[in-house]
């Protein structure tokens, strides 16, 4: 019998569920959807995809990758061409929202095998937001498995990151990784940088979290996640604020900006502080501090913002690898979630065939 640390997660809400074991599990078995066109696996599933948020990458992966998988997903835009949703237990819904996730979660059950979420924080309370409730609430009153296409954290960016890292690099362990906070015009969301944390540090890398001083920190809880990520995995985890020091030696540059927790739902004064800070855009003269570092990035991206054309188009930059691999993971994840792995050799045309016919 499998011990309880051994079984699969129900849902794929935060990797911070998914033993290293686990997530290397499922990279392996998107690299080999990669290599090979596993076929129908998911024949006759239906996957509803929730987006409250607007999306390019993961919308068009998670409809294609369940089309390709032999699944059908049904996409829904609660507030526009689906009902708002109600989150919190015990409302009094007498504003926008017509139906209660609780019932949302229930219904969708009954039709679909997945129920996959996109829904960003509000972005007016930081103390609410971490909370995570939308997704958690869902996922607490399915009965189905719920996968996380971004709340607070990205999960399938973290696969898809980490599956480029490894087919460039090969072994991760001990690597230095550089998360670097950059500049943009407004301030976003945390997500992307506190899965690239728990990732970066649960396969084993040597991470740097460089940003322009402490109120850009991240949340504690990921903060303490990728410090015991990292004693586990035989890595470290360095806070930073010396710009050259961070960039020496590294192997891997992976750009974001994210609002200052201090400052959240305040975003006018923390203006000055982000104008202040637009020299932490990844370029040229930084890079070349670097172990010849590989550069990464979520998309989308605000060139000569974030990251200098140079950069950006460089040999090393690996931002459209990242978002091709959206794909095989996500497909990796519902597989794995609905029990659908294959046993044997992949089966089916290589990848490369299918997309001719896809395209075509």
């Known amino acids: 019998m499998p011990s309880e ?19 290397d599990a499922l990279l392996d078995l998107a690299a080999s959807f990669k290599q090979r066109d596993p076929g ?12 409250f948020n607007p999306s390019l990458r993961t919308r068009t992966s998670m409809e294609l990758g369940a089309w390709r998988l032999g699944a059908h997903a049904v996409v829904l835009e609660p507030g526009k061409g689906a009902w708002p949703i109600e989150f919190t237990d ?3 819904m007498d504003g926008d929202a017509e139906e209660h996730a609780r019932e949302v979660a229930r219904v969708l059950s009954s039709y679909c095998d997945l129920i996959a979420v996109r829904k960003f924080p509000g972005f007016q309370d930081w103390s609410v937001d971490r909370r995570d409730e939308p997704i958690k609430a869902l996922a607490r009153h399915a009965s189905v498995p719920v996968m996380n296409l971004e709340t607070i954290e990205h999960p399938c960016q973290e ?32 997500a992307v940088a506190n899965s690239a944390l ?3 540090t649960k396969l084993g890398m040597d991470v740097t979290l460089l940003c322009p001083d402490e109120r850009y920190l991240l949340d504690e809880r990921y903060l303490g996640a990728a410090r015991d990520n990292a004693a586990a995995q035989g890595g470290s985890l360095t806070i930073s604020h010396d710009i050259d020091a961070a960039y020496e030696g590294a192997d891997v540059v992976y750009a974001k900006s994210w609002g200052a927790l201090p400052f959240y739902g ?35 991206m605000r060139r000569n ?39 044997g050799a992949p089966s ?6 299918h997309k001719e016919i896809v395209h075509a």
């Open 40 to 51: 129908p696996l998911l024949r006759g599933k239906a996957v509803a995809l929730v987006f």
């Open 5 to 23: 640390q051994s079984k699969t997660p129900r849902s794929f809400l935060t990797t911070r569920d998914w033993s290293r074991a686990q997530i």
């Open 266 to 300: 305040n975003w006018a004064q923390e203006k000055p502080i982000r104008d202040a800070n637009r020299h932490f855009i990844v370029d040229e003269r930084k890079m070349a501090l670097t172990n010849g570092a590989l550069f990464g990035h979520c998309l989308p």
């Open 305 to 343: 913002i974030k990251a200098t054309d140079a950069v950006v188009d460089s040999p090393g930059s690996i931002i459209i690898e990242e978002a091709a691999n959206r794909l095989p993971t996500q497909q990796a994840v519902m597989a794995t979630l609905l029990g659908a792995k294959p046993t």
């Open 198 to 200: 728990l990732i970066a």
């Open 348 to 353: 089916g045309v290589p990848i490369t065939e």
């Open 159 to 190: 696969l898809a990151h980490a599956l480029a890292l490894r087919e460039r690099l090969g072994s991760l362990q001990n690597r230095k990784y550089v998360l670097t906070w950059t500049y943009h015009p407004r301030p976003l969301n945390t």
């Open 90 to 92: 015990s409302a009094v």
